[in-house]
């Protein structure tokens, strides 16, 4: 009990700072695609810094896998976890960076309060339209076929994506980009649901609450009017009893 405390205790402090590091990872990740021609040494320091965080992850993974009670169960629950880091150094892509970060943030997300959640998904949401958006131009922008060639041209092609309207004025020519594409219009629907059920569960949670106090204002008028049926049948059987209150007096 005292190394699962431990653990919980470490997955608290640890979580703010991660989301920080992922922010960190997200603009490394970015600034290559984004600023073109990209430098050997800007695409060398943003490499770096991707890494770093990945090595951030791992540890944080392995911390939390020392500290667990049952170790063998902890990697049977958090198998996706080791998914994702095992991942990247298997075949060192940076699509494979990118899917492993996000799959680390929304395990460590899924730890926050249900007040949290909502905003947490709003976050994942907009990382994945950006992320898919960085990761599709990377590679339709060198495709003689392509015609997503800027920014907008791919951060709109996300946005249609994931919404799954699908104009089909941009679209990936590619293998990969297509790859992305479904993963991309899966994740989008898996994502818009979650903030669909929250923002339903809410506006349900209200009406609950407000039907709860309708039921207890009913029953209060319910149980007054009873109280007030029986102080009149006791008034009347005590004015039945009373020697004035039997009938008229003689004349």
């Known amino acids: 009990m005292k190394e699962r405390t431990a653990q919980v205790r470490w997955e608290q402090r640890t979580q703010q700072p991660l989301m920080a590091l ?35 992850f791992a540890a944080d993974y392995l911390v939390r896998l020392w500290l667990a009670e049952r170790r063998v169960d902890f990697v049977r629950r958090h198998w996706l976890d080791l998914c994702a880091v095992v991942l990247p150094l298997l075949r060192p892509l940076q699509l494979l960076r990118v899917v492993s970060a996000l799959m680390l943030v929304g395990r460590r997300a899924r730890m926050a309060s249900q007040v949290k959640l909502t905003t947490y998904v709003v976050g994942s949401v907009v990382g994945l339209l950006m992320f898919g958006s960085l990761a599709v131009l990377s590679v339709e922008r060198d495709s003689p076929d392509g015609n997503i060639k800027t920014l907008g041209d791919a951060v709109w092609w996300s946005f249609t994506t994931m919404t799954t309207v699908g104009y089909g004025d941009h679209a990936p020519t590619t293998g990969l980009g297509r790859i992305l594409a479904v993963g991309l219009m899966l994740s989008g629907i898996a994502l818009l649901g979650v903030v669909t059920a929250n923002i339903a569960a809410w506006f349900i949670a209200r009406f609950e609450k407000d039907d709860e106090v309708e039921r207890r204002q009913t029953q209060a008028i319910q149980s007054l009017t009873e109280e007030i049926r029986q102080l009149r049948a006791e008034v009347a059987s005590l004015s039945e009893r009373s020697p004035t209150g039997g009938s008229a007096p003689p004349r």
Not at 22 to 29: D, G
Not at 32 to 55: D, S
């Open 22 to 56: 992922a922010v960190v990872f997200a603009v490394a990740y970015a600034v290559p695609i984004v600023v073109t021609p990209a430098g050997p040494g800007l695409a060398r320091a943003c490499t770096t810094v991707e890494w770093v965080v990945w090595g951030a």
